[in-house]
């Protein structure tokens, strides 16, 4: 009984709008130089939409059952990370507290995913950089205080990457699977599954879940911040969490996982002139949105990297929020066209 248990996925919650489309345009083919596939993560759902809520699923059904009344989790001031937990939280009858790194805005400037968070009635903390390099001690203390005071509250950590929330794409791979089944994307395998990496988890679902479900044999974790070298350790320890929940992903089958870092621009949340000028290049051609802060870069990287795969499944993780937060980024992009 035992094992037939532990080699069943966790239980999940359905939060999301599955399955998300596959959406294939031949302008951004060319655009990219391979034939894509666009997995519209973006559309997973209404304002919490993004590839967090996939995470999300398994999280807050974890959440549940430990029967929290309050989460806690943390991100940049704009993350979607927290915008998705604050409102997906609520829908759950649950309060919401966040440590955002970064100034808090007056409320008449909250933009964006701040804004959502304000919004859903989240209790923030606006925290130095400094300290957010302790945001996990924080939130341990915060959660303490929280069960001191009667409440029992549910830590989840940045981006939702951990052992369990990876599970969200080990779930979107069989979703894929699916849709190939189906005659969708031409009912054929993928070179490789192609995606923006900033926290790692959905690397990691992607990897453990995309040759278990022969979707594809490599995974291209296209990194926003940080090392290659960071983020292959970051994703193999989550990778190795998440077995521990479902131990029947420990027998073989793990897709290759290439993490690449030469694309992920000056810093985080600051992309090139030239990633700002493929974004707008890919909404003109496609209409897709892309976002100057994770799938933007990633789908750059894709467009400009060696040995690219010829069939790409690119998953659009979302991000729009953040565009729409600070639409100046883009100024000189967005000149007039002149004939
Ligand atoms: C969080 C996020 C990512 C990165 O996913 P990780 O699992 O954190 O690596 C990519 N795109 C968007 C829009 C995100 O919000």
């Known amino acids: 009984?035992?094992?037939?248990?532990?080699?069943?996925?966790?239980?999940?919650?359905?939060?999301?709008?599955?399955?998300?489309?596959?959406?294939?345009?031949?302008?951004?083919?060319?655009?990219v130089g391979a034939e894509v596939w666009v997995k519209r993560d973006d559309m997973t759902a209404g304002a919490e939409t993004g590839n967090k809520i996939r995470k999300l699923e398994f999280l807050l059904a974890d959440a549940q059952r430990a029967g929290a009344d309050v989460v806690v989790t943390c991100g940049g001031l704009q993350s979607n990370h927290c915008r998705a937990t604050a409102l997906l939280a609520r829908g759950l009858g649950m309060r919401c507290v966040l440590f955002l790194r970064g100034e808090e805005p007056a409320l008449r400037e909250a933009t964006g995913n701040y804004f959502l968070n304000r919004l859903a009635g989240a209790e923030i903390h606006a925290i130095s950089a400094t300290d957010y390099a302790m945001r996990d001690t924080l939130m341990a203390k915060a959660a303490e205080e929280l069960s001191?005071?009667?409440?029992?509250?549910?830590?989840?950590?940045?981006?939702?990457?951990?052992?369990?929330?990876?599970?969200?794409?080990?779930?979107?791979?069989?979703?894929?699977?699916?849709?190939?089944?189906?005659?969708?994307?031409?009912?054929?395998?993928?070179?490789?599954?192609?995606?923006?990496?900033?926290?790692?988890?959905?690397a990691a679902g992607l990897a453990l879940g995309a040759k278990r479900n022969d979707v594809a044999t490599q995974v291209l974790a296209m990194a926003v911040c940080d090392s290659r070298a960071y983020f292959e350790r970051r994703v193999a320890d989550i990778m190795f969490e998440a077995r521990k929940w479902a131990p029947g992903l420990s027998r073989g089958g793990d897709a290759e996982l290439v993490v690449l870092d030469e694309f992920k621009g000056p810093a985080y949340g600051m992309a090139t002139e030239a990633q700002l000028e493929f974004l707008v290049a890919v909404a003109r051609v496609s209409g897709l949105v892309l976002d100057p802060v994770y799938s933007g870069k990633a789908l750059y990287a894709l467009a400009h990297m060696k040995d690219r795969p010829s069939r790409v499944c690119f998953v659009h993780t979302g991000g729009c929020p953040g565009l729409l937060a600070e639409p100046g980024t883009l100024t000189r992009q967005l000149q007039p066209e002149r004939q």
């Open 1 to 31: 009984m035992l094992r037939a248990m532990t080699t069943q996925p966790p239980p999940r919650l359905a939060l999301a709008n599955l399955p998300t489309p596959l959406f294939h345009s031949h302008a951004l083919d060319a655009l």
């Open 148 to 202: 001191q005071e009667g409440a029992t509250p549910y830590v989840i950590p940045e981006g939702g990457s951990n052992g369990l929330g990876a599970f969200g794409y080990v779930h979107a791979c069989a979703e894929l699977k699916s849709q190939l089944d189906a005659g969708d994307a031409g009912g054929e395998a993928f070179e490789a599954i192609a995606v923006a990496c900033g926290s790692g988890g959905t």
